[in-house]
């Protein structure tokens, strides 16, 4: 057997993890927004004679310097000993993804299209001459479709001769003979230094007039360095007088206009577009004045939807859990077994797992709304409003609105943004978001203290976490992040029906997260707030005098201000520091299992602790407040160090001390107290 490393490239949102996930069948993630591989997978499978090893890279438009993702795409086709590039196009903006396709011409990549996305192209009638344009390009080219895999087989064996007999495709490529011509100057330059000619002399010749800060790096090292300057500064100038445009301006416009006349030869297009079901839908969805309202009432009734179907569930749980308590006391003889099990074990992890069902119907949800394409709008639609008053980018909201999943991938999906300072300044955002984690705080305290309005309390959480987010960003703009940010014009991806399979996949991996936690995290949190219950021996469990009480008292007087100034809310909101859950296991084991049923207990408990502004106080603070270890983590990941980490941990706790503050306080002074 032989092996081979294909790697698959393209734009964002083209379908490049589809292909991967059905080839290698493993699940990477896949949703209707660009941007979401940020890292490259890998994956192994075997076809015919042949052991694949294929690699996803993230999407990109370009192979600039300019952010990491991009960077990690062209590493890959320079650096590692890749035998074919797959590059997945989406067939109906064949124009717009071409442009990748030259710059990795320009690298002279051994390349396949792929070009996928036909059924959107067939929409939009255009239609494609492939034989002609996969000769006036150099490589095959392969109609599939990744969704129901058709193509798929011939891809692949047309992948296998590319590999046996691999092409310089940086060939075909012509640039206009003035910039030929000049390009050639610096080429023959360049060609003299072997350690140089790793990649083609045009990619080389290229990036120096691009100015790209790595190729200038690495041909600094060249014994010829002076040389190669001299003549790419005379080139750049003499481009300059005679277009009167950057060098890197000459470039692009070169590099369109290859892919204009490629088009016009190859490409049949109707006069007009043809206006498509996505162009109409988004007339109203994107419109300036109904996007907002649209958005707000598609969450509303999404929170009405969820509590509505999962209320039932919920108490089905509980009950289960009663009854298993129940049941453990009569067995056990051991009062302390008894309270362990019962308190610990049922109370805390148990009081957390009761939420599960409404945690399902959220993420299907978010699931839907992610692959339908609605997600992106939505970062789209709330651009719309801030980018002026906030300063901050369309692009940033999309890690945002995908923090109400889980932070870390949120984090992760900043990698997107290529301005670092606004990468940052996003990353200090994304924990307003308000994630699932936080939803069984909500839901516990919903239950008790706000059941008429359940879907309009919880819409406000979240509500809250964006404003809050955005009046944070648009001071920190004004302080700590002063640059500019790169202007940026986001792509919407057209509508999808999602596929069933997808949505359930996404909604069980994020289910299984929750459940590991359940039995990792708080399991063993609630054990050692358990431990700290019980103990010193001979107090009442969970009592003032014990450990745990001890501990809240003391640090208590500090949340007195906003409200719950209590020992056990303290204890709550130090131990949801390990995961937001923790939060809910923390009321659950207090106030143990036994007896009563299982929500009833802990309402009667939440009733003497908070009246209904201190707990909505309380709700906004665990909220606004650091976010879990998961998420500090992730930033430390990203950034390469505790600096940003740190920071986001000191403007969050700061942020949720003073909004808690102000609910607080104005709730009392307009009497809700
Ligand atoms: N209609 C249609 N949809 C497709 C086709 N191929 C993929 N999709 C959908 O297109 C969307 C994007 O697919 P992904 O595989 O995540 O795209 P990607 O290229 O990996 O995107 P990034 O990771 O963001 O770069 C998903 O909703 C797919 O289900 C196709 O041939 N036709
Ligand atoms: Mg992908």
Request: aromatic share 10%; with cysteine; hydrophobic share 50%.
């Amino acid at each position: 057997m032989s092996e081979l490393i294909v790697g698959l490239a393209g734009n964002p949102n083209v379908g490049k993890t589809t292909v991967f996930n059905r080839l290698t069948g493993m699940r990477q993630h896949v949703g209707n927004w660009p941007g979401k591989t940020v890292e490259r997978a890998e994956g192994h499978f075997k076809h015919g004679e042949y052991e694949y090893n294929l690699i996803d890279l993230p999407g990109n438009y370009a192979l600039s310097a300019h952010s990491i993702e991009e960077i990690v795409s062209r590493d890959f086709i320079v650096d590692d000993d890749s035998d074919v590039i797959i590059n997945v196009v989406d067939a109906a903006n064949l124009e717009r993804n071409l442009y990748l396709t030259v710059q990795m011409m320009e690298l002279g990549a051994n390349l396949v299209l792929a070009l996928n996305m036909n059924d959107f192209a067939k929409k939009k009638k255009h239609i494609i001459d492939i034989d002609l344009m996969s000769e006036l390009l150099g490589f095959p080219i392969i109609e599939i479709n990744a969704k129901t895999g058709e193509g798929i087989d011939e891809l692949l064996t047309t992948v296998e001769k590319q590999a046996a007999n691999p092409i310089d495709s940086s060939v075909k490529l012509s640039y206009g003979n003035e910039i030929k011509g000049h390009l050639r100057e610096i080429q023959e330059v360049i060609e003299k230094d072997d350690s140089l000619m790793d990649v083609p002399s045009i990619w080389t010749a290229v990036k120096l007039l691009e100015k790209d800060s790595i190729v200038i790096e690495k041909v600094q090292k060249s014994k010829y360095s002076s040389e190669i300057f001299i003549e790419s500064d005379k080139v750049s100038k003499h481009l300059y007088d005679v277009f009167k445009e950057s060098p890197e301006e000459v470039v692009a416009n070169a590099r369109y206009a290859f892919i204009d006349g490629l088009m016009a030869e190859a490409v049949e297009r109707p006069a007009v577009e043809t206006e498509t079901i996505s162009d109409r839908i988004d007339n109203i969805v994107t419109n300036r004045i109904l996007a907002i309202p649209i958005f707000f009432i598609l969450m509303f009734l999404m929170f009405e939807v969820t509590y509505t179907l999962g209320e039932p569930f919920e108490n089905l749980i509980a009950q289960f859990f009663t009854i298993l308590a129940n049941f453990a006391a009569g067995f056990i003889s051991n009062p302390y077994l008894e309270s362990f099990i019962c308190d610990a074990v049922i109370g805390g992890v148990g009081g957390v797992l009761t939420f599960l069902p409404i945690i399902i119907i959220i993420f299907l949800f978010l699931s839907v709304l992610e692959d339908c394409g609605y997600l992106a709008r939505a970062a789209f639609t709330l651009d719309i409003i801030m980018h002026k008053l906030v300063g901050l980018h369309g692009k940033a909201f999309i890690p945002m609105i995908l923090g109400f999943g889980c932070g870390v991938p949120a984090i992760m999906a900043t990698r997107t943004l290529e301005n670092e300072d606004d990468r940052r300044l996003a990353m200090m955002l994304v924990p307003f978001m308000s994630c699932t984690a936080r939803l069984p705080i909500y839901a516990v305290f919903i239950a008790a203290f706000f059941t008429e309005h359940n879907g309009l309390i919880l819409l406000s959480m979240y509500v809250l976490g964006i404003l809050v987010a955005l009046i944070v960003a648009a001071i920190l703009k004004r302080t700590m992040f002063k640059g500019l940010s790169t202007p940026f014009v986001m792509e919407l991806p057209s509508y999808k029906v999602p596929s069933i399979k997808g949505v359930l996949l996404h909604t069980w991996e994020k289910v299984k997260g929750f459940l590991r936690k359940a039995g990792t995290v708080i399991l063993v949190c609630s054990m050692v707030l358990w431990a700290l219950s019980m103990f010193p021996l001979g107090v009442k469990y969970a009592s003032a005098e014990s450990y745990l009480g001890m501990i809240g008292n003391f640090i208590a007087p500090i949340f007195a201000p906003l409200g719950f100034g209590t020992w056990q809310a303290t204890v709550a909101i130090i131990s949801g520091l390990a995961a937001k859950e923790v939060v809910v296991a923390t009321f659950g084991t207090i106030s143990g299992m036994e007896g009563d049923e299982n929500t009833g207990r802990m309402n009667h408990v939440l009733h003497d602790l908070f009246t209904p502004l201190s707990a909505y106080a309380f709700m906004a603070f665990t909220l606004l407040y650091v976010p879990c270890i998961g998420t500090i983590g992730a930033i430390r990941h990203e950034t390469n160090g505790y600096k940003w980490a740190l920071t986001m941990c000191a403007i969050t706790i700061v942020t949720a001390y003073i909004v808690s503050f102000l609910i607080y306080n104005v709730g009392l002074f307009l009497g809700f107290g």
